[in-house]
């Protein structure tokens, strides 16, 4: 703590003073360049003093440059209200995570102070429960859109995470207000049309639609599947089948060596 780091400077400075008064000089000799060993002498610099104040500042004053939000359980409602965010769940042991996080850095502040956008951030190993509610399981997870109703309309960023495309897709996507059907101001005609339509249904025939659009993701993902399978099935067939010719001509090459080498023989 910065107490101790302040100890530690005192009593340093009590051992230079006390050694200054015997010797009258502090001087580090022997030191040479490499071409001319001309040796120099050097003033003891108290280094130490200059740890120990940048330890004592990072300590009261904390990290605080980062324009990225902290969100938790606590504050997700007064942070994200009327807000498009793009959030990243991390966890500091992470080496992906790590890798994602100058390019946060940078994008928050390009961000920061927006009216609409929020760029945030959730700790995993902390807000553990947040992380579960949004099925985190791969880290990092990004997740962009409207968080409104407790977050159940954000989406997953499934695109390439290098700066380039972050950039790009923040532009895109954090520009505009939350498009959602408790917020349908930052909708464009043709999404609020289609929510105002929606909207009009029963719960059970929503729960209709939502169960068949449910069983086509599964029959793509079946003959995705199938496909896979066949794939596999004529790669099998088209390997053996190369297996075989290939096998025949090596078996063509031995003989034709062995009578080359035969008749090399015979002309000597």
């Known amino acids: 703590g910065p107490l101790s780091a302040i100890r530690v400077y005192l009593v340093y400075c009590r051992l230079v003073v006390h050694t200054r008064r015997k010797t009258d000089n502090i001087l580090i000799q022997s030191v040479f360049i490499r071409k001319d060993m001309v040796r120099r002498k050097i003033w003891v610099v108290p280094a130490l003093w200059a740890v120990a104040l940048q330890q004592l500042v990072m300590v009261a004053v904390g990290d605080s440059s980062s324009n990225v939000v902290s969100i938790t359980q606590d504050n997700w409602s007064d ?9 990243k769940f991390f966890a500091p042991w992470c080496d992906h995570c790590k890798k994602v996080a100058p390019m946060w850095e940078k994008l928050a502040g390009e961000w920061a102070g927006n009216d609409v956008a929020l760029i945030g951030e959730v700790d995993c190993t902390v807000e553990k429960s947040l992380c579960k509610k949004f099925k985190v399981e791969g880290l990092p997870t990004l997740l962009y ?3 409104s109703n407790d977050g159940i309309y954000l989406e997953y960023f499934g695109g390439d995470r290098n700066w380039k495309n972050l950039k790009s ?17 930052g909708c464009d ?7 105002e339509k929606l909207m009009k249904l029963s719960t059970s ?19 995705h599947e199938k496909g896979l399978a066949d794939m596999k099935k004529h790669y099998d067939q088209i390997s053996l089948e190369k297996g075989i010719a290939v096998a025949k001509v090596r078996e063509m090459i031995r003989i034709l060596k062995s009578v080359k080498q ?3 023989e015979k002309e000597k």
């Open 79 to 87: 942070v994200t209200k009327d807000k498009t965010v793009f959030i």
């Open 145 to 147: 859109g409207d968080p």
């Open 169 to 185: 897709f923040a532009k895109e996507k954090l520009s505009k207000k939350p498009c959602s059907p408790g917020n349908m101001s």
């Open 189 to 195: 005609d043709a999404t609020q049309s289609k929510y």
């Open 205 to 223: 025939d929503l729960i209709t639609e939502i169960e068949s659009k449910e069983a086509e993701i599964k029959q793509a993902e079946t003959i």
């Open 262 to 264: 035969s008749l090399v």
